[in-house]
C-alpha cells in the first residue's frame, strides 16, 4: 500500500467544519459533485455565444481560483511543501486547466450526454485497477452496459469535437488519480485544491484572457460567468476531495459511472435534450450497477 504523508491536526478555527464534512458519508459528498459537474457546464454553454469557449473556461477557473484563494492561501502551501508535493500540485493544476479547456470545447461540437459517457470510458480503467471481487466485476459490467445505452445519440463525424472529448476524459482520469493523491497528503482537501486551481489559472490565463474580455463591459454576464464557476468548479471539486479522502480510488472511480445519469438528466432539464427509452435503460443499469457495488472498505 502506498504510504501518504498523514495530514496536519486542524486549527481550532478550521475544526469545526472539517468535523462537520466527516460527519457526512462519502457517497453523500459524491452525489453533491455529480449534479454540480454538469450543471454549471450546462448553463455554461448558453453563454458560448456571448463570451466564446476559451473565454468561459477561463472566467470558470478565474473565479474558482479567487474563491479558493482566501480559503487555501496557495502562496503559502507552494512556501511549505516539499518537492514531491509541490510537483504533485502543479501536475493536479495543470490537469485542471487542460481538462476544463477541452471539455468546454468538446460541448461545443457535441451533445453533454455524449461527452459525459467518453468521459467515462476511462475511468473503467481505474476502476479495474481496485477490483477485488465477482460482485464489483459484475457492477462494473452493469455500470458500463449502462453508460453504452446512453450514448443514444449519433457518434459525430466530428473528429476534432469527439478529439477534445476524448482529451477531456484521458485529462479527467488523470485529475481522479492525482486528486485521490492530493486528498491525502498534507496538502490536501481545500488547501491543496486551492494551491492546485491557482496553477490552473496561471495556465489558461493566456488562453482564454482575450475571449473573457466582453464579459467584463456587462456585469450581468459577469455574475453569470462567476456563477457557472462557482457551480462548475468551487463546489463539485471540494466535494470530490471530501469523497476521495474516504473512499478507495476504485469506488470513486466506479461512482463516476452516475456522471452519464447525471448529464442526461441535466441535458434534458436545462438544455432540452430529452432522453428516449435507451437513455432510460442506460440510467437504470447504471443505477444498479453503483448500488451493487461495494467498497474494499466494508
Same mark, same amino acid.
Given at each position: 500500500?502506498?504510504?501518504?504523508?498523514?495530514?496536519?491536526?486542524?486549527?481550532?478555527?478550521?475544526?469545526?467544519?472539517?468535523?462537520?464534512?466527516?460527519?457526512?458519508?462519502?457517497?453523500?459528498?459524491?452525489?453533491?459533485?455529480?449534479?454540480?459537474?454538469?450543471?454549471?457546464?450546462?448553463?455554461?454553454?448558453?453563454?458560448?455565444?456571448?463570451?466564446?469557449?476559451?473565454?468561459?473556461?477561463?472566467?470558470?477557473?478565474?473565479?474558482?481560483?479567487?474563491?479558493?484563494?482566501?480559503?487555501?492561501?496557495?502562496?503559502?502551501?507552494?512556501?511549505?511543501?516539499?518537492? @514531491? /508535493?509541490?510537483?504533485?500540485?502543479?501536475?493536479?493544476?495543470?490537469?485542471?486547466?487542460?481538462?476544463?479547456?477541452? +471539455?468546454?470545447?468538446?460541448?461545443?461540437?457535441?451533445?453533454?450526454?455524449?461527452?459525459?459517457?467518453?468521459?467515462?470510458?476511462? /475511468?473503467?480503467?481505474?476502476?479495474?485497477?481496485?477490483?477485488?471481487?465477482?460482485?464489483?466485476?459484475?457492477?462494473?459490467?452493469?455500470?458500463?452496459? !449502462?453508460?453504452?445505452?446512453?450514448?443514444?445519440?449519433?457518434?459525430?463525424?466530428?473528429?476534432?469535437?469527439?478529439?477534445?472529448?476524448?482529451?477531456?476524459?484521458?485529462?479527467?482520469?488523470?485529475?481522479?488519480?492525482?486528486?485521490?493523491?492530493?486528498?491525502? /497528503?498534507?496538502?490536501?482537501? =481545500?488547501?491543496?485544491?486551492?494551491?492546485?486551481?491557482?496553477?490552473?489559472?496561471?495556465?489558461?490565463?493566456?488562453?482564454?484572457?482575450?475571449?473573457?474580455?466582453?464579459? +467584463?463591459?456587462?456585469? @450581468?454576464?459577469?455574475?453569470?460567468?462567476? !456563477?457557472?464557476?462557482?457551480?462548475?468548479?468551487?463546489?463539485?471539486?471540494?466535494?470530490? @476531495?471530501?469523497?476521495?479522502?474516504?473512499?478507495?480510488?476504485?469506488?470513486?472511480?466506479?461512482?463516476?459511472?452516475?456522471?452519464?445519469?447525471?448529464?442526461?438528466?441535466?441535458?434534458?432539464?436545462?438544455?432540452?435534450? =430529452?432522453?428516449?427509452?435507451?437513455?432510460?435503460? !442506460?440510467?437504470?443499469?447504471?443505477?444498479?450497477?453503483?448500488?451493487?457495488?461495494?467498497?474494499?472498505?466494508?
Amino acid at each position: 500500500m502506498e504510504k501518504t504523508a498523514q495530514a496536519p491536526a486542524p486549527s481550532p478555527q478550521g475544526a469545526l467544519p472539517i468535523v462537520a464534512a466527516a460527519a457526512i458519508p462519502p457517497h453523500a459528498w459524491f452525489a453533491v459533485s455529480a449534479v454540480f459537474h454538469y450543471l454549471g457546464p450546462a448553463f455554461a454553454v448558453l453563454l458560448f455565444d456571448q463570451v466564446g469557449v476559451l473565454g468561459m473556461a477561463w472566467l470558470r477557473i478565474a473565479t474558482a481560483a479567487l474563491v479558493f484563494a482566501p480559503l487555501a492561501r496557495p502562496w503559502r502551501i507552494f512556501a511549505r511543501a516539499d518537492r @514531491q /508535493t509541490l510537483h504533485l500540485l502543479l501536475a493536479f493544476g495543470a490537469c485542471l486547466a487542460v481538462m476544463n479547456c477541452s +471539455f468546454y470545447l468538446a460541448l461545443e461540437r457535441l451533445p453533454i450526454s455524449l461527452v459525459a459517457a467518453i468521459e467515462f470510458v476511462g /475511468t473503467v480503467a481505474v476502476a479495474l485497477a481496485g477490483l477485488r471481487s465477482l460482485r464489483n466485476l459484475a457492477s462494473l459490467g452493469m455500470a458500463v452496459a !449502462g453508460a453504452l445505452l446512453l450514448i443514444d445519440v449519433r457518434w459525430s463525424s466530428d473528429p476534432v469535437g469527439l478529439a477534445w472529448a476524448f482529451l477531456n476524459g484521458a485529462f479527467f482520469v488523470a485529475y481522479v488519480v492525482i486528486g485521490h493523491r492530493v486528498s491525502r /497528503t498534507t496538502a490536501g482537501g =481545500i488547501a491543496g485544491l486551492g494551491a492546485a486551481m491557482a496553477v490552473a489559472f496561471a495556465v489558461v490565463l493566456p488562453i482564454g484572457l482575450r475571449d473573457a474580455l466582453p464579459a +467584463f463591459g456587462s456585469p @450581468q454576464l459577469l455574475l453569470a460567468a462567476a !456563477g457557472v464557476g462557482i457551480c462548475s468548479s468551487v463546489i463539485p471539486y471540494i466535494c470530490d @476531495q471530501f469523497a476521495m479522502s474516504r473512499l478507495p480510488r476504485a469506488s470513486f472511480a466506479l461512482m463516476l459511472s452516475l456522471l452519464p445519469l447525471t448529464a442526461t438528466l441535466i441535458g434534458a432539464l436545462v438544455l432540452r435534450q =430529452i432522453p428516449g427509452v435507451c437513455d432510460l435503460a !442506460g440510467i437504470a443499469l447504471v443505477m444498479a450497477g453503483v448500488a451493487l457495488h461495494r467498497s474494499a472498505n466494508r
